[in-house]
C-alpha cells in the first residue's frame, strides 16, 4: 500500500524558508518520479515541481522557480521540497504525490503559512 507522509510545514515570515519531507513507503521508491503540488484556500489544486526517478531532472512553475528546490533521497525513500525567499501567496497546504501506472497517491498534506 502506497504511503506518503509529509512533514516540515509551518508559520514562517516573509522571506523566510522552509524545508518539507515526504517519506514514502509501500513501493519501489527509486522507480518513479515525485511531485510536489499546493492549494491555497478557494482555489484549485497546482503542480508545484517534479523531479526524476533518479533525481537528474526537475521542473518548476514559473511562481516558484529560482526560489524552490526539489531533492530526494532514494535510500531514505524521501523526497524534499526546499523553498526559500517565501512570499505570503506561497501559503497553502502543500502535497507529495506519486503516480504509479494509472493510480495516483497523494499525502495527507502539511500546511505553509507565510504572514507577518
Known amino acids: 500500500q502506497v504511503q506518503l507522509v509529509e512533514s516540515g510545514g509551518g508559520l514562517v515570515q516573509p522571506g523566510g524558508s522552509l524545508r518539507l519531507s515526504c517519506a514514502a513507503s509501500?513501493?519501489?521508491?527509486?522507480?518513479?518520479?515525485m511531485s510536489w503540488y499546493r492549494q491555497a484556500p478557494g482555489k484549485e489544486r497546482e503542480l508545484v515541481a517534479v523531479i526524476s526517478s533518479d533525481g537528474g531532472t526537475t521542473t518548476y512553475v514559473d511562481p516558484v522557480k529560482g526560489r524552490f528546490t526539489i531533492s530526494r533521497d532514494n535510500v531514505r525513500k524521501t523526497v524534499y521540497l526546499q523553498m526559500n525567499s517565501l512570499k505570503p501567496e506561497d501559503t497553502a497546504v502543500y502535497y507529495c504525490?506519486?503516480?504509479?501506472?494509472?493510480?495516483?497517491?497523494w499525502g495527507q498534506g502539511t500546511q505553509v503559512t507565510v504572514s507577518s
Open positions: 509501500g513501493f519501489t521508491f527509486a522507480n518513479y518520479a
Open positions: 504525490y506519486v503516480r504509479i501506472q494509472l493510480r495516483r497517491s
